[in-house]
């Protein structure tokens, strides 16, 4: 398996413009989370999603993002409009969830270093 | 109270010394804990797990978890120059299967 995959890996844009970035899990993980990575605030969990279904969207900073998961290898981080401060690097991570008790690890993807000016 | 707290550091250790990377967690029903690395420009990528009390020894690696006081910590034996990295301590949150990270320990071996 390619591991997880993220694209774009840059994405620069105008402050007030869309911005979509998109994540592959690993094939057969059923959880997937979205973090935003700052030198400021570290590793922020955004969303995460199990079965497809969005199970906690608490971290989301603002109605700005949004995201998806339409089947179980595609999920899309959506920011509309973007702002200077959304300026991180988006990782994107799966697991296989639960192994009936324990959680197993989580899988990162390459990241999506975004930078709105 | 921030879900997961490490020091941030900088962390300095001699080549060849022991370095010591400490974590706490909030929540007392966690049982899942995760000890990541980070070299900077890169993604995380996973170096231990432990589920239960007491020590977990992999190569170099030895990863201590003691629920009663909610610490987990992670021992790096024979430090080499490429151990120097973010060290990320990740808890499951028993509430809902999230993982949750701390901000991390930068470390740096001194050759």
């Known amino acids: 398996d390619a591991g997880v995959i993220q694209s774009p890996r840059h994405e620069v844009t105008e402050m007030g413009q869309e911005v979509t970035l998109r994540c592959k899990p690993i094939?057969?993980?059923?959880?997937l989370f979205w973090y935003r990575q700052t030198m400021m605030r570290g590793l922020e969990l955004l969303i995460y999603?199990?079965?497809?279904?969005?199970?906690?969207d608490s971290g989301m900073p603002e109605d700005r993002f949004s995201a998806k998961m339409p089947n179980a290898s595609f999920s899309t981080l959506k920011i509309q409009p973007s702002e200077p401060r959304d300026s991180a690097v988006y990782f994107c991570?799966?697991?296989?969830?639960?192994?009936?008790?324990?959680?197993?690890?989580?899988?990162f993807g390459q990241g999506t270093r975004l930078t709105v000016v | 109270q921030k879900e997961v707290e490490q020091n941030s550091g900088p962390l300095s250790v001699p080549e060849g010394a022991i370095a010591s990377l400490n974590c706490t967690y909030s929540?007392?029903?966690?049982?899942?804990f995760f000890w990541y690395r980070q070299y900077s420009g890169k993604s995380p990528e996973l170096i231990m797990f432990?589920?239960?009390?007491g020590d977990k020894e992999d190569g170099r690696f030895t990863a201590q978890l003691n629920k009663a006081s909610q610490y987990v910590s992670l021992l790096i034996r024979d430090s080499q120059p490429s151990d120097s990295a973010t060290y990320l301590c990740?808890?499951?949150?028993?509430?809902?299967?999230?993982?949750?990270f701390g901000k991390g320990t930068r470390l740096h071996i001194l050759p």
């Open positions: 432990i589920y239960s009390n």
């Open positions: 990740a808890a499951e949150m028993n509430r809902d299967d999230k993982i949750i």
């Open positions: 999603f199990n079965n497809n279904v969005p199970i906690d």
């Open positions: 991570a799966s697991s296989l969830g639960r192994d009936r008790i324990l959680s197993t690890e989580a899988f």
């Open positions: 094939s057969g993980h059923n959880s």
């Open positions: 929540d007392r029903g966690s049982q899942s």
